[in-house]
């Protein structure tokens, strides 16, 4: 693909429109499926065991967050994220709260030994998951961004993966080249999963373009963004940010999205 740009990304994808497995959370599957939907790829949330492996096969990327974690749900994220790295199809982890409690922490060393394509997470994810003094609060972020970026450049070496973090600005870098993207709105993180939801779509940009997830990811942060800044303009509160979010992510065009997005070097 020439143009890597995100609004050129935002094109192709809805052009395709790819198939994304989604391993998400109980609080996060509505809003993330409606999310991707709005954004113009087609989710699937799909992590039993029993079948994981095989749809991961078959569709475009796979994303797998341990938000709601079972022992269940972890053999279905083994059997995916193995179905994927053999069908050559990119797949995005998201830590959620893994610094919490030692299952979880087990949970995503397992899951980082098979080598995910992205890694998204808050700023206390982050800077948790490269071993630093995190102040996550639960799910929650409680630290800023700008002290994760030396963790996510860690990460990133030490994994092999793009890593994106996100906040008030967003960072995201292979090890190699580094971004900030600006935008967005304080009302995001008052509505649960948006995060969760951004991992999704993620996914949706890797299968769009398999063989560059840093392109992926920056069009991914910078889609929510600019749907976000634009959703808020009008919001009361984190309800009415809600919907007129999926209405701005489903309003928005590769061209607006190029024309308003704030990216800089790092
Ligand atoms: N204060 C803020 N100002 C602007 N944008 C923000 C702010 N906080 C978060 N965002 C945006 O909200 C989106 C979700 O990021 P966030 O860091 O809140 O994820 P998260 O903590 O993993 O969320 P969750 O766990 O609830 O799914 C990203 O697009 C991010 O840029
Ligand atoms: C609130 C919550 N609890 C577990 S996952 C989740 C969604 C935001 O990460
Ligand atoms: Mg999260």
Redesign the pocket.
């Known amino acids: 693909m020439e143009n890597k740009t995100p609004g050129a990304l935002l094109t192709a994808m809805r052009a395709k429109p790819p198939l994304v497995q989604c391993i998400t959370?109980y609080?996060?599957m509505n809003i993330a499926a409606n999310v991707v939907l709005a954004a113009g790829a087609s989710p699937a949330m799909v992590h039993a065991a029993e079948e994981a492996g095989e749809f991961a096969a078959i569709a475009g990327a796979l994303t797998v967050n341990i938000?709601?974690l079972s022992t269940q749900w972890i053999d279905g994220m083994h059997a995916a994220a193995k179905a994927a790295n053999a069908s050559g199809k990119p797949w995005v982890l998201d830590p959620?709260a893994h610094y919490a409690t030692s299952f979880r922490r087990r949970a995503v060393a397992d899951l980082l030994a098979l080598r995910p394509t992205i890694i998204r997470g808050n700023a206390s994810e982050i800077i948790a998951l490269a071993g630093g003094e995190s102040r996550g609060h639960g799910?929650d972020s409680r630290d800023p961004v700008e002290q994760a970026e030396d963790s996510a450049r860690l990460i990133a070496e030490r994994h092999g993966a793009v890593v994106a973090v996100t906040g008030v600005v967003d960072f995201v870098t292979d090890g190699t080249q580094a971004l900030r993207i600006e935008g967005g709105s304080p009302l995001m993180p008052q509505v649960?999963?948006l995060?969760?939801s951004l991992t999704c779509l993620t996914g949706a940009f890797a299968a769009t373009i398999p063989a560059d997830p840093f392109a992926a990811a920056v069009a991914a942060l910078s889609t929510f963004a600019v749907a976000g800044e634009e959703a808020a303009k009008d919001a009361a509160g984190p309800g009415s940010f809600s919907w007129r979010f999926l209405d701005q992510l489903a309003a928005l065009d590769g061209a607006k999205l190029d024309a308003k997005v704030g990216i800089s070097a790092a």
């Open positions: 959370n609080v996060a938000g709601t959620v799910v649960t999963a995060g969760c």
